[in-house]
């Protein structure tokens, strides 16, 4: 069994994450006798690694403006335009080449400097006993120096599809970089097998919990199965979209035929990063009642805040340090010293299954109107009369809530039927009206004039705040923030991955439905099988791999970018995320489903309308640097 790290040494782990050094790479010195000055002091050493870990894009700072408000789960408030968010923007389409989008730089310029400076690392460092820097952790440090570059290879290729791939210790100014595009297949092809590379020389953890957060073989393992699941996936793999699209050499950038035997690639890669992870004891992250049932709503609630010192042991790629407190804030009620602006959709709060495991919602119709499913038991109308109170130690449904009571209410009596009798996942994601508040001892009011409400800018325009990854604990007037990891990467990802590919190469594998039920399991609602107590298995491979986008979708919600990412790589994004959106009636002041009445606050009303065109599957390459090299090709469509 693995070792977990004590939270004594959380703060070392930080440290090393984000240390002062993290600047080297904007000035990062190519003259030898400064080179061979940082690569003979252990600290100086550690300090150029860790500046290159830097480069790892915080996921909070993602859901509050980048990839996870680009999809339709996370949803800021529209009047963040007006004050100089560029979101807002993003969701209707209005960027080009020369928009400086929020991760441009990150991705862009600082990845590649990050990649410069672990190949510098790579050539240059060298044990020195004297200091305690023995060849065991220079093996180390070169390993994750590898595992580095592949993944910032990664991130870029998910981005862009088409990037330059510049090896070894180019100088930044010179003609050396002035390179065109490497065809997509290639990238990944030499990705994973630096991923492979360095996980053989890496651990698949380490007993020195001051290491924390630095690459395992696991975390290769995990970079490498997404890498191949995405490589795998329609909008690369047989779109014949870019098949006029080729680099400065006349290479096509993008292989316009099919290959099956990606899906099956891919499916073996997540296997085996499952068996590994399993191995070293990782699983889903479980809290369980008191008669040893699972506790669905503590489980998932806490398997983003707990860390793996005290028993989390479903976080396969952590970073160390996150920055939570913006995200943190923005999510909060505005009545409660929040913002209050950063929300979710009507769409992802529509995903959510019900109680019963069955999904509420079928589709919509053409003026925006849900299709219900009637076999679910949902209904948007009208008012629960009762509490609903379920088995866990869940305690944010009632003022009467304790860890200690056998139940605990879900949601009071007078909740909108439309937030009742959902899965435990709802919940612990979405914050609506009249939930109750447990820090403020009130229900929320986001109605027009509430304490939470508009007209100002800072309330949720969509009727509904975020509440997945903020702690309960948060607390903005005394500047709480409860230290937890950033999650990158978890076992449920795994999980569902791996069924997703499976599906594709081996449909009717019955590993799917497993994978699929100890998903199922842990959320609290029915698994797929027979009989009583479950619902149907899908009953053929579009079926089940519509239940599988669907179960991704609401399990990994609000989580880096993924939703974006899927929506991208299936090709569903024009129809996804074009169109209008809805959510609660913004400037309703009564608490009332009265659909006749302009007044009322629990009404489907336009929220925006969103453009996604064929371009947007890529992110344009910055205008500048195409002026400025020749050889690169700018994305089809943004010409």
């Known amino acids: 069994?693995?070792?977990?790290?004590?939270?004594?040494?959380?703060?070392?782990?930080?440290?090393?994450?984000?240390?002062?050094?993290?600047?080297?790479?904007?000035?990062?010195?190519?003259?030898?006798?400064?080179?061979?000055?940082?690569?003979?002091?252990?600290?100086?050493?550690?300090?150029?690694?860790?500046?290159?870990?830097?480069?790892?894009?915080?996921?909070?700072?993602?859901?509050?403006?980048?990839?996870?408000?680009?999809?339709?789960?996370?949803?800021?408030?529209?009047?963040?335009?007006?004050?100089?968010?560029?979101?807002?923007?993003?969701?209707?389409?209005?960027?080009?080449?020369?928009?400086?989008?929020?991760?441009?730089?990150?991705?862009?310029?600082?990845?590649?400097?990050?990649?410069?400076?672990?190949?510098?690392?790579?050539?240059?460092?060298?044990?020195?006993?004297?200091?305690?820097?023995?060849?065991?952790?220079?093996?180390?440090?070169?390993?994750?120096?590898?595992?580095?570059?592949?993944?910032?290879?990664?991130?870029r290729l998910t981005v862009w599809g088409a990037v330059p791939v510049q090896e070894g210790t180019a100088n930044l100014e010179s003609d050396s970089l002035m390179i065109g595009q490497t065809p997509f297949d290639d990238v990944v092809r030499d990705t994973e097998a630096k991923l492979l590379e360095a996980a053989k020389g890496l651990p698949p953890f380490y007993t020195d919990a001051k290491k924390y957060g630095r690459a395992t073989s696991i975390m290769c393992y995990a970079i490498r199965a997404r890498l191949l699941l995405f490589a795998a996936s329609p909008l690369v793999n047989g779109n014949s979209d870019y098949s006029n699209y080729r680099n400065n050499k006349g290479q096509l950038i993008f292989n316009p035929a099919y290959d099956p035997a990606k899906w099956e690639k891919a499916a073996k890669a997540c296997k085996e990063l499952i068996d590994l992870a399993a191995t070293n004891g990782h699983g889903l992250y479980k809290e369980y009642n008191s008669d040893g049932t699972i506790d669905p709503y503590m489980s998932f609630q806490n398997m983003l805040f707990v860390t793996a010192n005290r028993g989390n042991n479903e976080i396969l790629f952590p970073r160390a340090w996150v920055n939570s407190d913006s995200y943190d804030e923005h999510a909060q009620p505005r009545g409660t010293a929040g913002n209050g602006g950063l929300g979710v959709s009507q769409t992802l709060v529509d995903a959510f299954y019900m109680k019963n495991g069955l999904a509420p919602i079928k589709g919509y119709n053409a003026d925006g109107s849900p299709v219900i499913n009637p076999a679910s038991g949902y209904t948007e109308t009208g008012f629960s009369d009762a509490d609903d109170k379920e088995k866990t130690k869940w305690i944010e449904g009632a003022p009467d809530g304790s860890a200690k009571n056998a139940t605990n209410v879900i949601t009071q009596a007078g909740t909108f039927n439309m937030y009742c009798n959902r899965e435990p996942r709802f919940y612990i994601t979405v914050l609506y009206n009249g939930a109750w508040f447990r820090r403020e001892g009130r229900n929320t009011q986001f109605y027009s004039g509430g304490y939470d409400g508009g007209p100002t800018h800072d309330a949720p325009s969509y009727g509904y705040l975020v509440r997945k990854k903020v702690s309960p604990d948060v607390d903005p007037r005394q500047r709480v923030h409860p230290y937890r990891p950033g999650v990158l990467y978890r076992m449920g990802d795994a999980y569902l991955d791996y069924a997703e590919a499976l599906n594709e190469c081996d449909p009717g594998n019955p590993d799917i439905v497993k994978y699929l039920n100890l998903i199922r399991e842990r959320a609290g609602i029915p698994q797929y099988g027979t009989g009583a107590g479950y619902v149907p298995v899908p009953g053929n491979q579009e079926e089940m791999r519509e239940a599988i986008h669907h179960e991704r979708r609401v399990e990994l919600a609000c989580e880096n970018g993924t939703r974006w990412f899927d929506l991208r790589r299936w090709k569903e994004a024009e129809k996804q995320l074009t169109g209008t959106f809805y959510g609660m009636n913004f400037a309703g002041t009564l608490n009332s489903d009265n659909k006749s009445n302009p007044k009322s606050y629990f009404v489907r009303t336009p929220v925006m309308t969103r453009s996604f065109s064929k371009k947007n599957y890529w992110m344009p390459i910055p205008q500048d640097d195409i002026d400025k090299n020749p050889n690169l090709r700018q994305l089809p469509g943004w010409n």
């Not at 989008?101 to 990050?114: C, F, N």
Request: charged share 25%; with cysteine.
């Open 1 to 155: 069994m693995r070792n977990f790290i004590t939270k004594a040494f959380i703060a070392s782990s930080v440290i090393f994450c984000l240390g002062s050094c993290t600047d080297y790479l904007d000035k990062e010195p190519d003259d030898y006798e400064t080179l061979e000055k940082v690569f003979s002091d252990k600290s100086e050493v550690e300090g150029w690694l860790s500046a290159i870990y830097s480069g790892i894009v915080e996921n909070y700072a993602s859901c509050m403006r980048g990839f996870d408000s680009m999809a339709d789960d996370i949803a800021p408030s529209v009047g963040w335009e007006a004050y100089g968010w560029p979101v807002i923007g993003y969701q209707k389409g209005n960027f080009d080449p020369t928009t400086d989008w929020e991760y441009r730089g990150a991705y862009w310029y600082t990845l590649p400097r990050r990649t410069r400076s672990a190949y510098t690392l790579l050539n240059r460092i060298h044990s020195l006993p004297e200091q305690g820097l023995n060849d065991q952790e220079v093996e180390y440090m070169k390993n994750e120096a590898k595992f580095l570059i592949a993944y910032n290879n990664y991130c």
